[in-house]
């Protein structure tokens, strides 16, 4: 994939590519499996989603971990219910092991009866221990802004975030969003430094963007990130490049999306691009299936598909 003057060191999305990773426990719309965060530890690759059914019916009600020898055919390890959060809803968990080999589960929490979303950690030292683990609040948000779907990245000894964040002043406005970055020496206090990446008035992406996942490469750093023109389009964004030359500040390219789900309401949203040294890249995401539910779908680009690094 190449764009403007440079060629890009990973693969555009293609949903007539991918194939079907997680279903939907049931059909239609509402009925999501989604918000996928991945990584690759031993050769295996451990996922973390979440579950969803319409509103008033529960919403994010599940988050998932699971682990895949081949990168495509889960087997669950284990689940962490909405009321142990004591949220009202969950939403994009964020799933690593540090350089210290303890497991990191960063979950996204809606606050009870407001529109205000957090952010906790779970942590242990085994993948199924963090179901059991004791949380904390990292990101609290506050009364003017809810904070969730963070992506984390560990570089340069330091930790990076972006985390999508909505105005609450005006509750019918507060699906709005933008990318908030923050940095942190541990991956527990966070500093934060001001916003990456803003809607673009006029444009497919005006509503509010999310960053999905975050790449550096020889001096670049680029983004995928999920985008919606209205109100209306609130679940069903689409995907969009950004990118900057450092983490805090990022521009949108292009006049429009760079992949999208061919059925109705076309959502292709909460990438995840994993790269597997000397072998290629494997993305994953939520897309919109064409009975209106969401399934993670997953697609792998070999190294001879991406363009040279150099």
Known sequence: MATGDYALPFPAPSFDRSRPAVPPP??????????????????????????????????????????????????????????????????RPALLRT?????????????????????EILEASTVRGLIDAESRIVLPGSASVGVKDPVILRQGGKWHLW????????????????????????????????????????????RGVRIAAVIPHHGRVFAYYDGRATAAENYEERTGLAVGTGFGVMAARGTAPVAESPHHGKGLRYLCALPLPGEGWRLYYEATRADGAHEIRTEFHPSDEVAPSA
Request: charged share 25%.
């Open 26 to 91: 049931l059909g239609g719309e509402g009925h999501w499996a989604g918000a996928p965060s991945a990584c690759v530890v031993d050769g295996v690759t451990y996922l973390a989603y979440r579950l969803r059914r319409p509103l008033g019916e529960g919403r994010g009600h599940t988050v998932v971990i699971a682990a895949s020898a081949d990168g495509e055919h889960f087997e669950t390890l284990a689940t962490l219910e909405k009321d142990r959060m004591d949220a009202e809803s969950l939403e």
């Open 163 to 206: 985390a999508s964040c909505h105005p609450l002043a005006v509750p019918a406005e507060a699906d709005q969003m933008v990318t908030d970055y923050a940095t942190s020496a541990d991956g527990l206090d966070w500093t934060w430094h001001g916003t990456a990446l803003s809607g673009r008035p006029g444009h497919w992406d005006a």
């Open 99 to 119: 350089e210290e080999g303890r497991w990191r589960l960063y979950v996204s929490c809606a606050t009870p009866g407001t529109k205000h979303w957090r952010v």
